[in-house]
Structure formats: C-alpha cells, structure tokens
Nanobody, 130 residues
Framework: QVQLAESGGDSVQVGKSLRISCVVSGVGDAIGRYSLGWFRQGAGQWREGVSVVDGVGRFFYADLVKARFTLSRVASGNIRYLHLDMENVRCEVCGVYYC????????????????????WGQGTEVRVSS
C-alpha cells in the first residue's frame, strides 16, 4: 500500500515563502507509475487541487498558484519526494495540505480534481499571519 507522509506545514507571514514536502513510499518500483500531487482544504471548504505531476512528468497548477508555487519531484530508488515551494504566501492559500497519489501514468482531462486521486496523506497545515 502506498504511504504518503507530509511535513513542513507552519505559520508564515504574509508575503513570505514556505516549502512543504511529502515522502511517497511502500510500493516498490511501481512508484514510477504513480501520479502525485498536493491538495488544499481551507476551513469549511472542499478539498481542491493545487499542483500535480502525472506519471509521465507533466506538471499542472491551479490558476490561483501559478507563478507563485513550484512543484518538484525527486526520485531516490523506490521513494519519491514531492516538494511544494510556495512564494508570496497569502491567506487565500491557507489550509491543510494533503499529499495525494494515484497509480496512473496520466490523469485525463481533470488532473486537479480530487476524484482523480485515491491515496491520501494525513495533511500538514499552512497558516498565514499578517
């Protein structure tokens, strides 16, 4: 069973930067056939896609975070590290960030939809203060 473990959530001042990370493991060399991503859930909101990389290496970003967030995927044997670098953080991106995985090379026409993923981490919270 794939395991996703997030870290790095913190309280950050408006306009500052933050990196959150996810370690993905547990499926041996099948990890190369997984699409991975980050989703955000704000208070009282639905869980929504922030950024995703599919199994063939294409990156997708929500409009809200384009040009401010950068997703990277680092391979180390059968482990994947998924980093989300957030710049100029503002309150609209506050919430709990969940790392997500799906054993699929491509995600069709809706890569940022929650329904496109089936494995989830426990989440890491990002708070923004003025």
């Amino acid at each position: 069973q794939v395991q996703l473990a997030e870290s790095g959530g913190d309280s950050v001042q408006v306009g500052k930067s933050l990196r959150i990370s996810c370690v993905v493991s547990g499926v041996g060399d099948a990890i190369g056939r997984y699409s991975l991503g980050w989703f955000r859930q704000g208070a009282g909101q639905w869980r929504e896609g922030v950024s995703v990389v599919d199994g063939v290496g294409r990156f997708f970003y929500a409009d809200l975070v384009k040009a401010r967030f950068t997703l990277s995927r680092v391979a180390s044997g059968n482990i994947r590290y998924l980093h989300l670098d957030m710049e100029n953080v503002r309150c609209e991106v506050c919430g709990v960030y969940y790392c997500a995985g799906k054993r699929m090379m491509t995600l069709g026409g809706a890569p940022l939809r929650r329904e496109s993923f089936e494995h989830w981490g426990q989440g890491t919270e990002v708070r923004v203060s003025s």
